[in-house]
């Protein structure tokens, strides 16, 4: 359908190859134009692929780079939160294609440094994403910078009535694709949930990341803050952990990914928008640390695993306050989320200070009233008791 020259608008389950799917046609329709001159006139921006998040648009030039790897067109990728100044300069080289997230190709727009006149086919990665973010301004901007002529491929993780009325603004009389049907989570991730007190799901996670020897967890957090203090009481667990998110340098979010990537940490912690398109292959586990506040989130975030053929699990942490948002994805995705006993752990030390040079007193040495039966086992699910708080929920 690429080939044809025709508008696409494409729904695929994420990890079944959207970029793939756009970007092998589009380089066999800009192959005839291939050309090793050094001339800067010769490599015009031939084709746009916008995408809404920086590390979506590095994997999607990286894909880019490797499927075209034969072919003489220049691909190159800009994006905000780094030095403008070597963008500007690799665009006044040449590119053919060219990968942007649309604030920073709205900057070099307003630079003259980049020349849209010259586009002939136009890619909008992850528009739904683009949507909830707030970018389709700036895509209406960048847009009437293109020719009408153009081919617009448009690609979604959904489709949402929102998605098909943007697509009737940019795309003229489009072919349809949707591999899935609409918000189907992937059906080689096992799925399940522990209902826990708020305070204890990092005790509670700790515990199942070391048990189960878990290495690439991927753990989903609402705020910014939250991925922060997150990151740091794992690290003090034992546990190698990063956060990556929107107040990050860019600098320092590729630095974590790749750290990730390559087993030097262990626990990625990440907001919904740092972590939207991130392609780390064979990522097995995936932890909704806090329940997303809208349901569509919970299919992206879950999609992060079980991708391109490979099994993956997705493990939900649901506190008291959440439980109405986990019967919301339930209602979303047609079925029941297992609801899993938490595990029986070992209590922690009740003090790791170093003992004091003074010897304990007789009153010290004697046991504690009421002191519960077993003071090394807790279980998270027990009902409350004096001196035992509950792990679980009643119920």
Request: charged share 20%; with cysteine; aromatic share 6%.
């Amino acid at each position: 359908m690429v080939l044809s020259g025709r508008d696409l608008l494409g729904a695929a389950q994420t990890g079944t190859g959207k970029t793939a799917g756009f970007t092998l046609p589009l380089l066999q329709r800009l192959a005839p134009f291939a050309s090793k001159s050094f001339s800067p006139a010769l490599h015009p921006v031939r084709c746009l692929i916008l995408t809404p998040t920086r590390e979506l648009a590095i994997q999607v030039y990286e894909s880019v780079k490797t499927y075209g790897k034969h072919i003489a067109l220049k691909p190159f990728v800009v994006y905000g939160g780094v030095n403008i100044n070597p963008q500007l300069q690799e665009m006044r080289k040449g590119v053919e294609i060219l990968v942007a997230t649309p604030g920073r190709l709205l900057d070099l727009v307003g630079q003259k440094a980049v020349d849209l006149r010259t586009v002939q086919i136009l890619v909008l990665d992850e528009a739904d994403r683009m949507l909830d973010m707030g970018f389709i301004p700036d895509i209406k901007r960048i847009i009437n910078t293109i020719p009408g002529s153009r081919q617009t491929l448009l690609f979604s993780a959904t489709f949402s009535d929102e998605i098909r009325k943007l697509s009737a603004q940019f795309l003229k009389d489009p072919l349809t694709v949707e591999v899935a049907r609409r918000n189907t989570p992937a059906e080689l991730v096992t799925q399940w949930a522990h209902f826990v007190e708020s305070k204890r799901k990092r005790e509670l996670l700790a515990h199942l990341v070391k048990t189960h020897n878990w290495e690439q967890v991927l753990v989903f957090c609402k705020t910014k803050h939250g991925a922060n203090r997150l990151a740091y009481q794992l690290e003090r667990d034992g546990i190698n952990a990063a956060a990556i998110h929107g107040n990050k340098s860019q600098n320092a979010r590729i630095e974590a990914l790749e750290s990730f990537k390559a087993n030097k940490v262990r626990v990625l912690v990440a907001t919904d928008i740092a972590a939207r398109g991130l392609d780390i292959e064979a990522l097995p586990h995936v932890v909704n640390f806090d329940m997303p506040t809208v349901a569509e989130d919970y299919v992206h975030r879950i999609g992060r695993t079980g991708r391109a053929g490979a099994t993956g699990s997705a493990v939900s942490l649901v506190a008291n306050d959440e439980v109405s948002l986990l019967k919301g994805i339930e209602r979303l995705i047609g079925r029941a989320i297992q609801r899993t006993a938490v595990p029986t752990i070992s209590a922690p030390p009740v003090n790791n200070a170093p003992p004091k040079a003074a010897s304990p007193t007789p009153q010290q040495n004697r046991p504690r009233p009421q002191q519960h039966r077993n003071q090394n086992q807790r279980r998270w699910t027990s009902a409350p008791s004096r001196g035992n708080r509950a792990f679980g929920t009643r119920g």
